[in-house]
């Protein structure tokens, strides 16, 4: 939806939007608040009634900054409970039964999977708190159980760190998935090798390909001597793989990411769609996801544009996944030369998780360069780059 079509609907000014949007207005008026949730499908606590501090200072900024603080206030505790979890449990705690607990890890990972960080982030910390009260009081079978969803709902905070740019609270929260999936018995290790894999999107963002190499070496040795009765075992190899087709794609090496796809694609054929397994969500439709990726990787653009032809998601399929192909194919046409489509699909990646969209480095990076070679920048455009901040 259009921000002009959206003001429709709620039954105000574009323009008054638009300065919501950005952080210049403060959306204080209920009605107006709960018409918006309606609209975008969203609950009305979702959206910030205070006025964001950052946008009041925002002609002092500089060119790429971003206007997170609000998010980052909120991620305090999140930090705590990461950092403390070698202390004993909260004895004030009284965890509830186990189905519950899982449900609710189920809903914090939809939230981060959806990119929306701000009613995950309010309940992660309570959650953490009350699995960690729960490894002490269950036994057995159980007690492993709940330590494997520890492990789970801790992979939130890597979620959000990596969206926020917090790169500590990324390094704690992986941390402390290994820390819990240690004691998770049956679980582990899929566990450790899941959180290995995360680790490499993380040295990506820094160019260290010897460390990825390293780490995705690590996460292998994990699986090594597991049956097929291991709980996410093959799944966990599967995305190992398809983690080093993508950095064979950095460092250019063709063969290995046709390789690793191949190697993926033959283990997704026995596992089917397993979208909520690490959260990774790994089957034939990401090793699909993945091949694109490798490519623009490798800077093979056209390859990548057209190996993500006739793309289809299932139902239901994770929204940031769905919404970094988009990103991956605005990367992709944007180096050929192609803004028009560079645009619709950083569009598109907005459309389906705006709050990754908005953060997202791969997209900040794009619209600048989609600004600074365009003679004169369609309206679309300078939306776009002012909705991300960047001046």
């Not at 900024?61 to 998010?71: A, D, F």
């Not at 796809?261 to 990774?280: D, H, K, M, V, Y």
Request: aromatic letters at 6%; glycine letters at 8%; one cysteine or more.
């Amino acid at each position: 939806m259009s921000l002009r079509q959206v003001a429709e609907q709620a039954g105000i000014s574009a323009g008054h939007l638009s300065r919501i949007e950005r952080g210049e207005r403060v959306l204080d008026r209920v009605t107006v608040r709960v018409r918006l949730a309606e609209i975008l499908g969203v609950s009305p606590d979702d959206f910030a009634v205070e006025r964001n501090h950052a946008s009041t200072n925002a002609r002092t900024s500089q060119v790429g900054t971003t206007r997170y603080e609000p998010l980052q206030e909120l991620v305090k505790p999140i930090s705590a409970a990461l950092d403390l979890f070698d202390l004993p449990p909260d004895e004030s705690v009284i965890p509830r039964p186990l189905p519950a607990l899982g449900a609710h890890v189920r809903r914090v990972n939809q939230l981060a999977q959806a990119a929306r960080y701000k009613p995950m982030v309010r309940e992660l910390p309570g959650l953490l708190s009350e699995l960690h009260a729960a490894t002490q009081l269950l036994t057995g079978n159980d007690q492993q159980r709940v330590w494997a969803l520890l492990a789970e709902a801790a992979r939130c905070g890597h979620s959000v760190g990596i969206a926020i740019g917090a790169n500590d609270l990324s390094v704690h929260a992986l941390q402390h998935v290994d820390w819990a999936a240690t004691h998770a018995g049956d679980w582990s290790p899929g566990w450790r090798a899941a959180r290995e894999y995360l680790r490499v999107t993380a040295y990506m963002r820094a160019r260290d390909y010897e460390a990825c190499w390293r780490l995705n070496a690590a996460g292998v040795a994990h699986l090594d001597g597991t049956d097929s009765d291991t709980p996410g075992a093959l799944i966990a190899r599967g995305q190992l793989h398809l983690g080093a087709s993508t950095i064979a794609g950095y460092v250019g090496d063709l063969d290995a990411v046709a390789r690793h796809i191949t190697e993926a694609g033959r283990i997704a054929a026995i596992t089917g769609e397993q979208p909520e397994r690490f959260w990774f969500g790994f089957g034939p439709t990401n090793v699909r996801v993945h091949r694109v990726t490798a490519l623009v990787a490798a800077q093979e653009d056209a390859r990548a544009v057209e190996a993500a032809k006739g793309m289809r998601f299932p139902s239901g399929w994770l929204p940031t996944r769905i919404g970094h192909f988009h990103l991956d194919l605005a990367r992709a046409w944007q180096r050929l030369g192609k803004p028009d489509e560079a645009l619709e699909a950083l569009l598109t990646a907005r459309r389906i998780a705006p709050g990754q969209a908005r953060r997202h480095p791969l997209a900040r990076d794009t619209v600048a360069r989609l600004r600074r070679s365009a003679r004169r920048p369609s309206s679309a455009l300078l939306e776009y780059a002012a909705w991300i901040g960047l001046q």
